[in-house]
DNA sequence: CTATTGCGGATATAAAATATCCATGATAAA
DNA sequence: TTTATCATGGATATTTTATATCCGCAATAG
């Protein structure tokens, strides 16, 4: 028995998990002073997710250009450049691969008739469409900077969680010696 | 070694082989005459695709009110409604089902810090934004009628291609004998 | 009555996401 | 120099999801 539309289909198109711990890690990323980082442990305690596996949203985000990383027992993570640089869809294409959600299959070419490949030159107009809808997406989040996101929470969200963000981070974020490279 | 940015990552955010086919149908049911029906089977066959799992989404989309199914011999499935008023968010919700991509976990308050409930009232800015672009998504989709798939496939898609299917749905379709109750 | 079709449930298989572990190299501090 | 800490990368296990198949049932045209 149907009651309502949310029972049509459990769930479909999902984002991994990977994405939320990376986006606020990132935020909290940008919290930290001057050249300081964070390491992935606290990081991953701060939001109680497994640590091992997030070390790999990690890593994978530092190959992408969006953090920087420092090994060490001072080391950890920080942002490879500026809050204002660094949009939601940088970091969303960093940690689920910047593949397109629809696949186009080509399925209208595999059915019992066999037509020559030429006759499939034009793109298939669905792919088309569907591709067009994620262009979309992609825009909204090219447009949401992680800067944006900070400020908002600053703004919006409850003082005691604001300082309770900020408490962790002072305490936690490992002061570098030496100025080390960092952007700017 | 990376080469290029589509190494950062295999795959991520990914919609169902379903969607594909299920799209394909009915822009093919979109090409059957009057209240005649195409038969499951004859659709799997058309694109090469397993029959008894396409049959699953073919259910989902009936149940969804976008197909409509006759049972029997002269049976199969037709469009609920005319062409000009399905949309690929519509086959992209009911197949994939209508919960966003992006689900929020809420790790914001899952850390070792324990805040009351009351300091996490407002929404995280994070989900907040996230869903602000899959809205986005939707939006694009929804402007996309199937009406139009089936005018840009008929127009721009190669003659062959276009003379190839409409033969299937002339040889595969179904004519009722009554004129079992349809939109007009 | 018979053959065909959609429907629904149960179940099996394949693939992907999630999670853990360990060896390694780099680095700061003692 | 030694030690402890940290990121890195590979290998692997676990869990979840998608895909696929099968069977009994109800409906219906001939």
Chains 1, 2 share one sequence.
Not at 42 to 56: C, D, I, N, R, T
Not at 95 to 123: D, T, W
Not at 171 to 182: A, F, G, T
């Amino acid at each position: 028995m149907i009651n309502n539309i949310y029972d049509w289909k459990g769930d479909g198109m999902k984002l991994g998990e990977g994405v939320e711990a990376s986006i606020h890690c990132a935020a909290m990323l940008a919290g930290v002073e001057g050249d300081a980082t964070l390491s992935g442990a606290a990081m991953a305690e701060a939001f109680g997710v497994s640590p091992s596996y997030l070390l790999k949203h990690l890593n994978t985000l530092t190959s992408a250009g969006v953090l920087e990383s420092l090994p060490g027992p001072a080391g950890g993570y920080r942002l490879a450049r500026p809050a204002e640089r660094i949009s939601l869809l940088d970091i969303v294409l960093a940690v689920e691969g910047a593949q397109p959600a629809f696949r186009c299959g080509e399925i209208r070419q595999r059915g019992p008739v066999k037509l020559p490949a030429s006759a499939y030159m034009k793109p298939c107009g669905i792919n088309v469409a569907m591709l067009k809808a994620e262009k979309a997406y992609r825009a909204a989040l090219a447009v949401e900077k992680l800067s944006d996101i900070v400020a908002g929470f600053q703004n919006d969200a409850d003082p005691r969680a604001v300082a309770a963000s900020c408490a962790f981070v002072a305490r936690h974020q490992r002061l570098q010696k030496s100025s080390s490279p960092r952007y700017k």
